[in-house]
């Protein structure tokens, strides 16, 4: 495969100091102009190897210019993704720092598989952490900090350690909120809010990629002055660093979302102990000094032309070369990931790490011949959490299958395929940005009818949400007065769930341990939250008709009427009449109801 060139921009100077200041120097025309070349020569190379080494959807890749040259740094050093969900945890804490232990970590909720506050990212991971939770701007953010590399020494102190937090957080940090904004997909500045509602990078968005030079222009312009703010930030997050280094004392840097100070020292409470305990220490102390910096000053030096490299430097991918340096990684990986168990792991490998170090000096690397190599040393039990790593040839199920049973249980009994787990884990569904239950509810969109509905049915149920104006606002729906004398208010939590097969009586038997294939019987389920319950109401279709066209609040008397002109004969055990629905619905926290 051939390599992956790509340009930066063209702005000069002696220096990264002096180039970055020739940015803030241009004119907003010179910055267009620059930028617009920039966007027009990263559509030329076919990105998907990139996205594909990466272990990033395409759409995250190329979801702006600069997340595309943040990504090719990663993938430069060697550095990919390992799924959250599909690699064995290795909770250190327990070991190595119990008083930052974290009882949510790796526990599912609601279709998230938790991670603790401390457990969720090392400076020293060989390889970035994908996991679904987060938004889209994670994948490039996480492979600049693999690009940044780590300090690290013997006995480093809190200081150091303080000092290096912040130094590597500082160029992938600036990147989110900064260059990584320059014609991003339909946005302009970071929308903390608008990112959590769409998590996910969808192709069709990047419109840098594909429109006409007028709009691409256009998009420029709205949105270069990102890139001057990032430098901006860059600048101050610097100086203070380096304030910090003559001085001794913290010097915080202003900024409306962040206070990175704050974020190193929790840096240090979490990660000290970790970092200097023998067991992680002799894993730390094999990587090479290209990629671990031992001295403050040149890391800082490191993490400065780092963000150079970034904005101007044109870089080379490539890929064969890569595919080597992440062999090499993913040996350091597992060796770390044996140091973080904390039980003596550096003395049943103290004969490997001189190897090791060869390894990562770029002496040749056979990743299986490691994993063989360790799980000699480790012993079968110690060695099957540390291999299994979330690569393709260390993938976990465990956890998947627990998050499955969970959110579509039944669903996935139905299915009854005994590889439908590892198919899933290996299918491009698994990366989407979503709570666990919607990506296998994607994933099986191609299963039987039965099977999708019930998928569906199963879904609404674990992602329902609670709506705090019909909870609070409403009246006691059990103490409802004649309704004739106020008004409804439709509770945003709810949502139709519309089936051509019985889910309820389904799913109901697979409770009480019968598995059944639904029947085919047409439902119209309405599922959310109230309070701590989830509500399931069948609904006849004159029902869910005015349910439909309801927006907001109206006249209860209004709904009462609606429904009865349309009720047909009811069910048995179905309430017979519009004021009876409204008050089962109230009940069902579907509705809320509020008198005059």
């Excluded at 966007?39 to 990105?47: F, K, N, T, V, W």
């Excluded at 006995?155 to 904004?181: D, F």
């Excluded at 671990?292 to 970034?310: M, W």
């Excluded at 029902?543 to 609040?553: F, I, K, S, T, Y």
Aim: a negative charge; hydrophobic letters at 45%; aromatic letters at 6%.
């Amino acid at each position: 495969m051939s390599p992956l060139e790509l340009p930066g921009l063209p702005f000069t100077g002696p220096d990264p100091a002096a180039r970055r200041r020739a940015v803030r120097e241009a004119s907003d025309d010179d910055l267009v102009e620059a930028c617009v070349s920039l966007a027009r020569s990263l559509r030329e190379p076919d990105l998907a190897p990139l996205a594909r080494a990466a272990g990033l959807p395409l759409a995250e890749v190329v979801a702006s210019p600069f997340a595309v040259r943040a990504v090719a740094l990663g993938v430069q050093v060697g550095a990919t993704s390992r799924h959250r969900e599909l690699r064995a945890s290795v909770d250190w804490t327990e070991h190595l720092a119990p008083e930052v232990a974290d009882p949510e970590h790796d526990v599912w909720d609601r279709g998230v598989l938790a991670t603790g506050k401390y457990q969720g990212f090392t400076a020293d991971a060989p390889h970035a952490i994908y996991d679904p939770a987060h938004v889209s701007k994670w994948g490039p953010h996480e492979m600049m900090h693999r690009a940044a590399g780590f300090f690290w020494r013997p006995g480093l102190t809190r200081w150091e350690l303080y000092l290096s937090a912040r130094l590597n957080e500082l160029a992938p940090v600036v990147l989110w909120y900064g260059p990584e904004q320059v014609m991003r997909l339909e946005e302009g500045a970071f929308d903390r809010k608008a990112a959590g509602a769409s998590p996910a990078a969808r192709l069709a968005h990047a419109r840098w990629r594909v429109e006409d030079d007028a709009a691409l222009v256009a998009r420029a312009r709205r949105t270069v002055a990102q890139l001057s703010a990032g430098i901006a930030h860059f600048e101050r997050e610097l100086s203070a660093i380096d304030a910090e280094r003559a001085r001794g004392v913290r010097v915080p840097a202003p900024h409306p979302f962040l206070d990175s100070s704050s974020d190193a020292t929790a840096y240090v409470v979490g990660h000290h102990a970790r970092l200097t305990s023998p067991d992680v220490a002799a894993a730390l102390s094999i990587v090479p000094e290209e990629t671990r910096a031992s001295d403050i000053g040149v890391y800082r030096d490191r993490v400065e032309a780092l963000f150079d490299r970034l904005l101007f430097t044109p870089l080379r991918v490539d890929y064969e070369e890569a595919a080597e340096r992440r062999a090499r990684r993913t040996v350091w990986d597992l060796l770390l990931r044996a140091g973080h168990l904390g039980d003596g792991a550096d003395e049943d490998l103290e004969d490997d790490y001189a190897d090791a170090a060869a390894v990562l000096r770029g002496a040749p690397c056979d990743v299986d011949a490691w994993r063989a190599r360790i799980r000699d040393a480790l012993g079968r039990e110690r060695a099957a959490v540390v291999l299994a790593d979330g690569s393709s040839e260390g993938r976990a199920l465990d956890a998947l299958a627990d998050g499955v049973g969970q959110v579509v249980p039944c669903a996935w009994a139905l299915l009854d395929q005994p590889d439908a787990l590892a198919r899933f884990a290996a299918s491009e569904a698994i990366l989407d940005r979503a709570p666990l239950h919607l990506r296998a509810c994607a994933w099986l969109e191609g299963a039987p009818p039965a099977v999708r509905e019930m998928a569906a049915f199963e879904a609404a149920i674990a992602g329902a949400k609670r709506d705090d104006g019909v909870e609070r606002l409403c009246a006691d729906p059990d103490h409802l007065p004649d309704l004739l004398d106020g008004r409804v208010m439709k509770s945003g939590a709810f949502g139709l769930v519309h089936c051509e097969h019985d889910v309820l009586t389904a799913h109901a038997a697979f409770a009480e341990g019968e598995l059944t294939s639904p029947a085919r019987a047409p439902v119209t389920l309405l599922v959310g939250a109230f309070f701590d319950e989830v509500s399931v109401v069948p609904l006849p279709d004159a029902v869910a008709r005015v349910w439909a066209a309801l927006e907001g609040a109206a006249e209860a008397g209004e709904i009462v009427a609606a429904i009865d002109a349309d009720l047909d004969a009811p069910s048995e055990g179905f309430p017979t009449s519009g004021d009876a629905w409204i008050r089962e619905l109230c009940l069902a926290g579907a509705l809320g109801y509020s008198p005059r």
